[in-house]
Each structure stands twice: as C-alpha cells, then as structure tokens.
C-alpha cells in the first residue's frame, strides 16, 4: 500500500546547519496497517510524514502509495490519495462555517462541482450518523458554527473529515498534542474507531509512548533518521513502556533511554 524506498532527507546541506532528517529509510505498510511512530525530537518523525505527504520533497529515494509514484508529485495532487490531521485542533476545518457544511465539503472533496442545492436530507442523516461514532454530542449541533466548539471537539470533526471520503492512506500528525488528556483519550478512541471500521491503511505520529503501545497493530520507533525498531503482532500486544525503553537502549548503543529521550 504505502512504499518508501532508501530516503534521505538533508536541511540547509553545505552548511553549519546541516542537519540529515532521513537516513536511506525503508518501510511498507500494507492494506489496512495502523502503524505508531515514536521516537525524541529530531528523530525524523514529522520529516516523514511530510515527505510523504508532499510537504516536503525527498533527495532521494522513492514513495510509491497504492501502486503510484509519488515522489515527485505536489502536495495538492498528493491530497487524493491522503487523509491527514494535524496537531492544532484549528487547522482542518473551516471555523465560520456550520458543522454539517465542513462535512459536505469533505465529502464532495474532489467531485465535480454541480449546481445541485445545498445538504440534502439524506447527507444530513448520514452526518447524524457518522457523529455519533465520535460520542461527543456533535449529531444534535450539526448547524453549529464550528469555531464555537472546543479544541477536542474539532479535532475529532477534523479527523472525521480526513476519513469520509476513505483516503489510500491516513496521516496523523500529533493530533492529541494540544488536547487535555481526557479529551486526548475521546479523540484516540474515536481514531481506533474510525480506522477499523474503514480499515484505513494509518500512519500515527505520537510523542506518548503507551498510546503508541496501545493502538495499532505496528509500531516503529525512529532515531537519527532511521527506523530502530519496528514491532508487530504478538510481540507488540506483550509490550510495556519498560521493555520498549531496554529495546531502545540496546539497538542504539544509548545509556539514555529514558522518559526525556524519546518522548522529546
């Protein structure tokens, strides 16, 4: 499904700055992966979701998603193919217009424009409905301005909106970050949610190293560029935050595995 072949990825080369984000890094997701990405500031995490979202373009290397190269194509052309949530609970949706109107521009994403009225009755129950996955009470608010909600409560509407019309690939960029932890943990369970219903194909970037434990069927850890770790099945179903850490340790040769270190 998702194809990444030996990128590297340098900033500011030639010069005191430079600074290598990506080390020749490999991975494949297949169908239906939802895979954690973990590791300390620097690591390469966001450089890699950003290159392969077409924020960034790779020195080398090549992206392939669902068959089709991507390297070289624009962000804006790269968008079909991909569903992404950022870490700022405002970026996402559109804070003037009503709940029901962020969802109809999501779900037309990409379609032809026509001159058909507005949301039909029939979208409005298929929004009520696609709400009550979020468990937030948005289904009874569908003309609610979306600027009048809380921070927790538009990152999962955003979240909804990357996932409605079902994208080859799922990009989650910290998006619990900015939240208080009990609304962090309504928004991943909503996320667990959606990508198994869907069976979207997630890459989930996250600075917590239990919610990297606890969701998804793969995890993989990042140092330096380069994956260092890269855990699945039953091994990751028996993993605690205790065994990642001694992991870590003994694949990079650091006697500062702790806490600090990979959660930056």
Same mark, same amino acid.
């Given at each position: 499904?998702?194809?990444?072949?030996?990128?590297?990825?340098?900033?500011?080369?030639?010069?005191?700055?430079?600074k290598?984000?990506?080390?020749? &890094?490999? =991975?494949?997701l297949?169908?239906?992966?939802? %895979?954690?990405?973990i590791? !300390?500031?620097?690591?390469?995490?966001?450089t /890699?979701?950003?290159?392969?979202?077409g924020?960034?373009?790779?020195?080398?290397?090549?992206?392939?998603i669902d068959?089709?190269?991507?390297?070289?194509?624009?962000?804006?052309?790269?968008?079909?193919?991909?569903?992404?949530?950022?870490?700022?609970?405002?970026?996402?949706?559109?804070a003037?217009?009503?709940?029901?109107?962020?969802?109809a521009?999501?779900?037309r994403r990409?379609?032809s424009?026509?001159l058909?009225?507005g949301?039909?009755?029939?979208?409005?129950?298929?929004?009520?409905?696609?709400l009550?996955?979020?468990? &937030?009470? =948005?289904?009874?608010r569908?003309?609610t301005? %979306?600027?009048?909600?809380? !921070?927790?409560?538009?990152?999962a509407?955003? /979240?909804?909106m990357?996932s409605?019309?079902?994208?080859?690939?799922?990009?989650?960029?910290?998006?619990?970050?900015?939240?208080?932890?009990k609304?962090?943990?309504k928004v991943?369970?909503?996320?667990?949610?959606?990508?198994?219903?869907?069976?979207?194909?997630t890459?989930?970037?996250?600075?917590?190293?239990?919610?990297?434990?606890?969701?998804?069927n793969?995890?993989?850890?990042?140092?330096?560029?380069r994956?260092?770790?890269?855990?699945?099945?039953?091994e990751?179903?028996?993993?605690?935050?205790?065994?990642?850490l001694e992991?870590?340790?003994?694949?990079?040769?650091s006697?500062?595995?702790?806490?600090?270190?990979?959660?930056?």
């Amino acid at each position: 499904m998702l194809d990444i072949q030996q990128v590297s990825k340098t900033f500011h080369p030639g010069t005191v700055n430079e600074k290598t984000a990506l080390r020749n &890094l490999t =991975l494949h997701l297949n169908d239906g992966d939802f %895979v954690t990405v973990i590791g !300390g500031n620097g690591a390469g995490k966001s450089t /890699l979701l950003n290159v392969v979202a077409g924020t960034l373009f790779p020195d080398a290397g090549t992206i392939t998603i669902d068959g089709v190269d991507v390297t070289r194509l624009p962000e804006h052309k790269r968008a079909k193919y991909i569903g992404r949530v950022f870490q700022d609970p405002m970026t996402g949706t559109a804070a003037t217009m009503q709940i029901e109107e962020n969802l109809a521009l999501a779900r037309r994403r990409g379609a032809s424009r026509t001159l058909r009225p507005g949301i039909t009755r029939a979208e409005r129950k298929e929004y009520q409905q696609l709400l009550q996955i979020l468990d &937030l009470g =948005l289904e009874s608010r569908l003309t609610t301005k %979306v600027g009048l909600l809380s !921070g927790g409560q538009r990152q999962a509407l955003t /979240l909804l909106m990357a996932s409605l019309v079902k994208p080859k690939l799922l990009l989650l960029d910290e998006h619990t970050a900015a939240l208080d932890p009990k609304t962090a943990a309504k928004v991943l369970e909503a996320t667990e949610k959606i990508v198994s219903q869907a069976r979207l194909t997630t890459l989930m970037i996250t600075h917590n190293m239990r919610d990297a434990i606890a969701h998804g069927n793969r995890l993989i850890m990042m140092y330096e560029g380069r994956i260092v770790l890269d855990i699945s099945g039953e091994e990751k179903r028996q993993l605690t935050v205790e065994h990642l850490l001694e992991q870590f340790g003994r694949v990079t040769g650091s006697d500062e595995a702790d806490d600090t270190l990979l959660l930056g």
